[in-house]
Structure formats: structure tokens, C-alpha cells
């Protein structure tokens, strides 16, 4: 069987499709945070359950923040410098959410660590919240965001992976 999160190659040819293909994941393993309460309140905490709940649960603690990193700490400051001043303001808006979306995980994380232990725990008010607001940031940064990066030089792409690559590598 495939391991749910493999290790990135040795080499990232186009960082923002690796970035895309993260927010495909995220878009699914929210949506599945749906499925999961309706599954709980039909079943409760089966093996079903708990499996999908580790799925999230990995997911969201371990690649999810990789992902932001990839945008704050590289993809973003390289946008910044192309010096569009609406460019810069949606880069600001979009990583000020980055917090609260790590809010909405927080609150969600007892009650996936839970069912990932076949405990009975009644799901967060923040499930909607979640499974809405995370794609729609996604798509924003998708839409508003990731086109910009075609301006950036091959040089400065290429550090970029590279620095996703290092954030991935084994110690």
C-alpha cells in the first residue's frame, strides 16, 4: 500500500504545481471533515472513522504546514519584490489567514485525535467553518496569487524549490 504522504523527489520542477496539488489535498481532506461528522453520527468512532480521522489528521499537522511555510517563507517574499502594490496587499491578506486557519485546525484537532482513538467526542461548531473557509483560501491564492509567480525568474523559482525540497528533506 502507497503511503498517504510521500516524500517530495529530490527535485521540484514547478513549485507551484506542487503548491496546486497541496490545495487539491486540502480541498479533499477538509471535505472529508463533513463526511466524517455525518460518518460519527450514523456509526460512531468505527475503524472507518478513525482511519479517515489519522488521514486528516496527517495531513493537516504535517504537510499543511509545510505549505505555508512554502508561501510565507519563500513563494510570497519573491512576489513581494515584483513590487505590485496589489499583488503585496492580497500576499498580506492571504498569509494573515494562514493564522486563523491554524486556529480553525487547532480546534478541530481534539476531536479528529479522538475519533483517531475510537473515542466517542462531539464534533467542533468550527467543523462548516473549516471545510468552507480553507478551499475558498486555497482558491483565492490560486486565482489572485499563483499566476504572479510567472513574472519570477527562473533563478528566483529555483530557490524556491530548493528551499522546498530542504523543507522536506529527512534529517
Known amino acids: 500500500m502507497r503511503p498517504l504522504l ?14 496546486q496539488a497541496c490545495h487539491d ?23 472507518e472513522a478513525q482511519e479517515a480521522a489519522r488521514s486528516i489528521l496527517r495531513y493537516f499537522d504535517m504537510a499543511a504546514p509545510l505549505h505555508h511555510d512554502d508561501e510565507d517563507r519563500d513563494l510570497f517574499p519573491a512576489l513581494r519584490s515584483l513590487s505590485q502594490p496589489e499583488l503585496t496587499n492580497c500576499i498580506d491578506e492571504l498569509e494573515a ?14 476531536w479528529l485525535s479522538a475519533t483517531a482513538e475510537g473515542q466517542a467526542c462531539p464534533p467542533p461548531a468550527e467543523v462548516d467553518e ?33 528551499a522546498m525540497v530542504r523543507r522536506r528533506a529527512p534529517d
Open 25 to 47: 489535498k486540502v480541498r479533499r481532506f477538509a471535505g472529508l471533515t463533513l463526511r466524517l461528522r455525518a460518518h460519527l453520527a450514523e456509526r460512531g468512532p468505527d475503524a
Open 130 to 162: 473549516f471545510a468552507v473557509v480553507y478551499p475558498a483560501h486555497a482558491a483565492r491564492e490560486e486565482t489572485e496569487i499563483y499566476p504572479a509567480a510567472a513574472q519570477l525568474s527562473p533563478a528566483q523559482m529555483r530557490q524556491i524549490s530548493d
Open 6 to 19: 510521500q516524500p517530495v523527489a529530490p527535485s521540484i520542477d514547478d513549485p507551484i504545481e506542487l503548491l
Open 97 to 110: 489567514q494562514h493564522e486563523s486557519l491554524g486556529h480553525l485546525w487547532h480546534a478541530l484537532r481534539p
